[in-house]
């Protein structure tokens, strides 16, 4: 049964950084796009992000644009996402999507707060 399992999230301080992964099982991710997305209390879940199956083209989208890196590593069928100067307003649940498979993972939480 193909899965995505997100890991990484956690309480941090303002201006801190995280990583989070993804990490599928029961297929291979070297085929697919993958996307970032996340999802704030009481707000729609909106995407951070998408790269390419071979990790050379990655778009960002809304407010963590130009603080946070999306990268893969196929060979691990992991993608992660690197966050950095983290805000409270990054408080969220953060999943990842594989967009062709309509697959999502179950999220992880991220917490910013002092």
């Known amino acids: 049964q193909a899965q995505l399992v997100e890991s990484g999230g956690g309480l941090v301080q303002p201006g801190g950084s995280l990583r989070l992964s993804c990490v599928g099982s029961g297929f291979g991710l070297e085929g697919d796009a993958m996307s970032w997305y996340r999802q704030a209390a009481s707000k729609e879940r909106e995407l951070v992000g998408h790269?390419?199956?071979?990790?050379?083209?990655?778009y960002y989208e809304g407010s963590l644009k130009g603080r946070c890196t999306i990268s893969r590593d196929n060979a691990k069928n992991t993608v992660y996402l690197q966050m950095n100067n983290l805000k409270p307003e990054d408080t969220a649940r953060y999943y990842c999507?594989?967009?062709?498979?309509?697959?999502w993972g179950q999220g992880t939480q991220v917490t910013v707060s002092s």
């Open positions: 999507k594989a967009p062709f498979r309509s697959l």
């Open positions: 790269i390419n199956s071979v990790g050379n083209d990655v």
